[in-house]
Nanobody, 126 residues
Framework: QVQLVESGGALVQAGGSLRLSCAAS????????????MGWFRRAPGKEREFVAA????????NYADSAKGRFTISRNNAKSTVYLQMNSLKPEDTAVYYC???????????????WGQGTQVTVSS
């Protein structure tokens, strides 16, 4: 089984920055989680969960939602089995529960990932 544990959520003022972390562990059919693509999603109050960013196992390819481009950066450290989401220039509309996700391919982790974390709350005050 794959386990994903997010951390780093907090209350921050508009214009501020946060870095979310997702510690991953586990294996599936002998494949370690470091060989998985990883992603971040978010769910704002009253809205559906939406894609934010994703990264391949090697870290060479990244995808971003339009709302994240230019402000958020996804990265990973496979030695620590951790994925990060650096969020800058935060806006009140970024307020949401942020979820880490994992799947074998970039395409699926960006749309319908198989594994999810429990989420971490980010609140941006105006």
């Amino acid at each position: 089984q794959v386990q994903l544990v997010e951390s780093g959520g907090a209350l921050v003022q508009a214009g501020g920055s946060l870095r979310l972390s997702c510690a991953a562990s586990g294996r599936i059919f002998g494949r370690t989680v470091n060989l998985y693509s990883m992603g971040w999603f978010r769910r704002a109050p009253g809205k559906e969960r939406e894609f934010v960013a994703a990264i391949t196992s090697t870290g060479l390819t990244k995808n971003y939602a339009d709302s994240a481009k230019g402000r958020f950066t996804i990265s990973r450290n496979n030695a620590k089995s951790t994925v990060y989401l650096q969020m800058n220039s935060l806006k009140p509309e970024d307020t949401a529960v942020y979820y880490c996700a994992a799947d074998k391919e970039l395409a699926t982790v960006s749309t319908t990932p198989e594994y999810w974390g429990q989420g971490t709350q980010v609140t941006v005050s105006s």
